[in-house]
């Protein structure tokens, strides 16, 4: 169930043995047993929690064009305010890392200077501090498929859908479409094939197929990023289908020992992950919200 945030939570103060703050556990009984004993440890010891989280849908919101989905400015804030208080934040997205940086304005704020982005599921990474980004090579194969989509498309009548190149992917939005609900099913097992045939996977999103090289996924990310640190707390917020991986690479964290804190970022157009949550946020605006309210917490300590 989806808990309601106000537009900026203020956390109510509480000594770490006692009861979590609302703010960081919604209202009612929406935080799992697991979440809560996370929670503890990270309010107990910020100074080795990772903050791991996806972009689109979880701290942007979703947008017809995915070149103008800018970060919400209240989460940026938030990110930044927690930049001093926890181990690290680290962006994990499929896009390239570099147009991430630039919707989030990420290379603009003081706060932000330790941040990392994961791009391309993490086969590009861009560091704040000496703003230096590295990427694998790209696939040969994505330049391949690339030339084939426009007549794909034309064939199924749905040129109309607007390609993505995102260098070790390509993104099919079917968003701006009369029907974009149509159009996707119609283009899913076309580009599954595309993908097969090319020896790449098709990743479906939000109105969006994604085809990219097999190998990693947000669970790799997440599983170097902390084992990279030594993160002995994790926090992951994601709200689509391609976070997945990241949550299982986190519920696997936790049976090993690492406590770790899974958010979903709610939307009446995806609650997919909503099930395998500790908490879930109303979507950009809740997850700021709760990062706020993470950040008043862990500064009034
Ligand atoms: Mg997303």
């Known amino acids: 169930m989806a808990v309601g945030y106000p537009a900026r939570a203020s956390a109510t103060l509480v000594g ?39 972009f689109d849908g979880t701290i942007a919101p979703i947008v017809a064009d995915p070149e103008h989905a800018h970060a919400d400015p209240d989460a940026v804030d938030a990110l930044a305010r927690l930049g001093d208080l926890v181990l690290g934040i680290v962006v994990i997205t499929g896009r390239p890392a570099r147009t991430a940086v630039r919707l989030g304005g990420f290379d603009r704020h003081a706060g932000l200077d330790r941040m990392v982005v994961l791009g391309q599921y993490g086969a590009e990474r861009w560091d704040a501090h000496g703003d230096r980004f590295g990427a694998e090579p790209e696939p040969e194969a994505i330049s391949e498929v690339e030339a084939e989509l426009p007549g794909l498309l034309a064939g199924l009548g749905l040129s109309g859908a607007r390609i993505e190149h995102k260098g070790r992917a390509i993104g099919v939005h079917t968003r701006e479409l009369p029907d974009p609900g149509e159009a996707f099913d119609a283009l899913r097992p076309a580009l599954d094939d595309l993908a097969r045939r090319h020896q790449l996977k098709l990743e479906p999103g939000k109105f969006v197929l994604e085809i990219r090289a097999d190998g990693s996924d947000k669970g790799d990310a997440v599983r170097h990023i902390v084992a990279e640190t030594g993160a002995r707390q994790v926090i992951f917020i994601g709200d689509d289908l391609g976070d997945l991986p990241a949550f299982d690479a986190v519920r696997d964290l936790r049976e090993h020992g690492t406590p770790g804190l899974l958010i979903c970022s709610a939307s009446h157009e995806e609650d997919a ?28 300590q």
């Open 16 to 54: 770490v043995s006692d009861e979590l703050p609302s703010s960081l556990v919604g209202t009612g009984d929406t935080l799992t047993d697991a979440g809560r004993d996370a929670l503890q440890a990270i309010i107990s010891d910020p100074a080795r929690t990772l903050i791991t989280l996806d």
């Open 273 to 300: 992950l909503t099930i395998h949550a500790d908490l879930v946020a109303a979507g950009p605006r809740g997850v700021a919200a709760w990062l706020g309210a993470l950040a008043d917490q862990l500064a009034a």
